[in-house]
Structures are given as structure tokens and as C-alpha cells.
């Protein structure tokens, strides 16, 4: 069965930096894109990064773009955000999602989705 | 503020439906037949309930349904059940400058 396991989370001060990560088993991970969307405490859910299933194309929210790079290896099965220019604004519980399609066309759906890390951004 | 509108709540009792709307712009749902619905119970995985406006995944009742007119998609919930008392968020493709839009979700509450 599909999994996608995160870790990397904890507290950093504003202005710190930190690196998701992403273990995905259970499907053909170079084969499809992937997803990275956030929770604030008490908000909804906002998308936050894509990566196409080859790393040849990356998207990113208005809200982290400069600051925020996605990126994968598909010889780990891993995807990752590295996080820079932190700010209070980007603590949240941050998910990574399978996209529904594979191959290079994405419809931006997600059907699979991990458990999320708690990001803190607190002096 | 969340590039697409829904009802921050709805409610039904068992048994009855209850439909949830997802209004954007030509931009994004009006655009592209590229809508989706997430169940998200608070403290657990979002679940995909919906996608591509009208395909429901499989494991997903059928009890739950899809529909989109102009640039304002809906998700219906038929025959509540006490189960499905959560948050559902509607997404939407929005070109490549935006890329993904999200609702701001909507609090489905089983009276």
C-alpha cells in the first residue's frame, strides 16, 4: 500500500532554515509527481510546491516562492522542501501528497496524502 | 484569504443530503475540469473524496458526488451519516502562474 512518511519538522527561529523530507513506498515513485501543502493552526489547507515525476519542472505558491525549494531523488524515493527565510506566517503542518496522475501531465489532484510535520517558526 | 470561496459551515441531519459549494473564477474552476474534494478529520491525513469534477475514487461511497456549473463546482454528501461530520476543502488547477487554489474549507456538521 502507498505510504509517504515526513519528518524534518521542529522549531527554528525566524529567519532559520530546515529540510523536509519525504519517504515514499507502495508505488513507482519516479513515476509521478508530488505535492507539498500546509496547515496553519486554525486554517485550511494551502498547497504549497510541485514537482513533476522527473524533477523537470517545480511550481511554488506566491507565499514561499524564493524562499522554498522542492526537490526529489529517485533513487531514495524521497521528495523534500528545504525552507529558508522562515517566518512566523509558515508554521504549520506540512504534507506531502502524491499527485493522481503519472507521467508528466498532472490534474492537481492528490490521492495520497502522509501524515504531515509540525514546522514552528518562534524565536 | 483563499482563492476560492465555500461556506465556512453546513449541516444535516441523518440521513438527509447536504451540498457544499466551491465558487472561483474562469481563472481556475470555470477554466479547467480539474476540481477535487478532501475530507480532512483534524488531526488526520486529508482524504480525496472527489476529483476531476465528477470521478469518485475508489473505497469512496457513492453516497458522495461531484458537479461543477460555470466557475462554481459542488459537492453533494447524500444519506449523512455521523461518520461524515468533518472539514471538506475543494482545490482547483489555476494555470501554471498559480498552479493550485485552494477553498478555505467548509465545517460539515451531522445534527
Known amino acids: 500500500q502507498v505510504q509517504l512518511v515526513e519528518s524534518g519538522g521542529g522549531v527554528v527561529q525566524p529567519g532559520g532554515s530546515l529540510r523536509l523530507s519525504c519517504a515514499a513506498s507502495g508505488f513507482t515513485f519516479r513515476s509521478y509527481g508530488m505535492h507539498w501543502v500546509r496547515q496553519a493552526p486554525g486554517k485550511g489547507l494551502e498547497w504549497v510546491a510541485f514537482i513533476r515525476y522527473d524533477g523537470s519542472d517545480k511550481y511554488y505558491a506566491a507565499s514561499v516562492k524564493g524562499r522554498f525549494t522542492i526537490s526529489r531523488d529517485n533513487s531514495k524515493n524521497t521528495l523534500y522542501l528545504q525552507m529558508n527565510s522562515l517566518r512566523a506566517e509558515d508554521t504549520a503542518v506540512y504534507y506531502c501528497?502524491?499527485?493522481?496522475?503519472?507521467?508528466?501531465?498532472?490534474?492537481?489532484?492528490?490521492?495520497?496524502w502522509g501524515q504531515g510535520t509540525l514546522v514552528t517558526v518562534s524565536s | 484569504q483563499s482563492a476560492l470561496t465555500q461556506p465556512p459551515s453546513a449541516s444535516g441531519s441523518p440521513g438527509q443530503s447536504v451540498t457544499i459549494s466551491c465558487t472561483g473564477t474562469?481563472?481556475?474552476?470555470?477554466?479547467?475540469?480539474?476540481v477535487s474534494w478532501y475530507q480532512h478529520h483534524p488531526g488526520k491525513a486529508p482524504q480525496l473524496m472527489i476529483y476531476e469534477v465528477t470521478k469518485r475514487p475508489s473505497g469512496v461511497p457513492d453516497r458522495f458526488s461531484g458537479s461543477k456549473s460555470g466557475n462554481t463546482a459542488s459537492l453533494t454528501v447524500s444519506g449523512l451519516q455521523a461518520e461524515d461530520e468533518a472539514d471538506y476543502y475543494c482545490t482547483s488547477y489555476a494555470g501554471s502562474n498559480n498552479f493550485v487554489v485552494f477553498g478555505g474549507g467548509t465545517k460539515l456538521t451531522v445534527l
Open positions: 501528497a502524491k499527485d493522481g496522475r503519472s507521467g508528466y501531465s498532472t490534474s492537481c489532484y492528490f490521492d495520497y
Open positions: 474562469s481563472s481556475d474552476v470555470g477554466g479547467y475540469n480539474y
